[in-house]
């Protein structure tokens, strides 16, 4: 697993790193070597968060942790993410096993006259895979990302869909129209 330690307003310390090191080496058997970590540590108001993000085949696992002492944050992302792992472990297992990868996302470039409608200033650009999933997939891979939604390719239909949580707590889905 390639290892990323970033520090945000706050100088890290070797033997941080190390324990970071010594602490992830606890998922090397379940991620594979071409596996990307990255943690990054924040110091706001006198409080350490630790993010760890783990990216492999366009997987994504990530937790977050907030304490007074940046040991203890660290300490409770990776109980997080040991936590998540077992908890969705067949899942997981699959799909970071599988082959069925290398699926990118087409870009559509849609032109309005500029009288008609307004101009919307995009910001930001985000490109990322998109594998075949199953809609609980996606559901599982969005509640681990701790995202109101996720985009994804669906296994059944081929199509891109995007599953959502709405404020009741339930999911919704939204497929594009045959017409």
Not at 36 to 61: F, H, P, S, W
């Amino acid at each position: 697993m390639k290892l990323t330690i970033v520090g945000r307003k706050v100088y890290l310390r070797d033997n941080f790193k190390d324990l970071v090191k010594k602490k992830l080496s606890r998922f090397d058997r379940i991620f594979d070597e071409d596996a990307d970590a990255n943690v990054t540590v924040t110091l706001e108001r006198n409080r350490q968060t630790v993010e760890i993000t783990i990216k492999q085949r366009g997987m994504y696992y990530r937790t977050e942790a907030t304490d007074f002492e940046m040991n203890d944050a660290l300490d409770q992302a990776i109980s997080k993410m040991g936590r998540q792992i077992r908890k969705n472990k067949t899942r997981l297992a699959k799909e970071i096993h599988s082959a069925a990868l290398d699926q990118y996302i087409q870009d559509y470039v849609y032109t309005t006259e500029p009288d008609e409608e307004p101009e919307y200033d995009v910001v930001r650009t985000k490109k990322f895979f998109v594998k075949p999933l199953s809609v609980e997939e996606a559901i599982l891979q969005m509640n681990m990302l701790d995202h109101q939604f996720y985009m994804f390719r669906n296994e059944e239909s081929s199509e891109i869909n995007v599953v959502y949580k709405r404020k009741d707590g339930t999911y919704g889905l939204l497929e594009p129209d045959e017409e």
